[in-house]
């Protein structure tokens, strides 16, 4: 299972910089992310490679951030792949919260980044259909 940092930032010009320039400084990578916005904050939802510490300097930094369990299925780069797994989710009655796209950089296959209310029930769900499962 992957840890997902959360990093809430306001939303104004710049904002995304200074979090990726805390995270460069730290030599932390980031694999896979998505943004959301409104009107005054951000959620900045990343995949990095050493997820508690970045969690601990964003913090220092006077970020609030958060750690989540999220899921990284592998798929081949193939129309339909996505559908797939989304099939998968609905046969078995599970709602997808959010979903993004990193990479596995030994396979160099896609992977997808989801959420879900009970990743570690999904997680077994989806070993059992045969879908792979992979720490980006």
Sequence with gaps: MLKQVSVYA????????????????AQINIL???????AEYGIIRMVVTEP???QEILQ??????????VLGIEVEDE????????????????NVNYQYLSFNR??????MVLHTDDCEFVE?????????MTEV
């Design 60 to 69: 220092k930094a006077g970020y609030l951030c958060r750690l989540t369990n």
């Design 106 to 111: 030994q396979s160099g296959k896609p992977v």
């Design 52 to 54: 508690e510490k970045a």
């Design 79 to 94: 129309v339909g792949s996505l559908n797939k797994v989304l099939a998968a989710f609905l046969e078995s009655n599970i």
């Design 32 to 38: 896979g992310s998505v943004t959301n916005d409104s």
């Design 124 to 132: 077994k769900c989806l070993a059992a259909k045969g879908f792979q």
């Design 10 to 25: 306001e939303n104004k010009k710049g904002a995304l910089k200074i979090v990726t320039g805390i995270l460069t400084e």
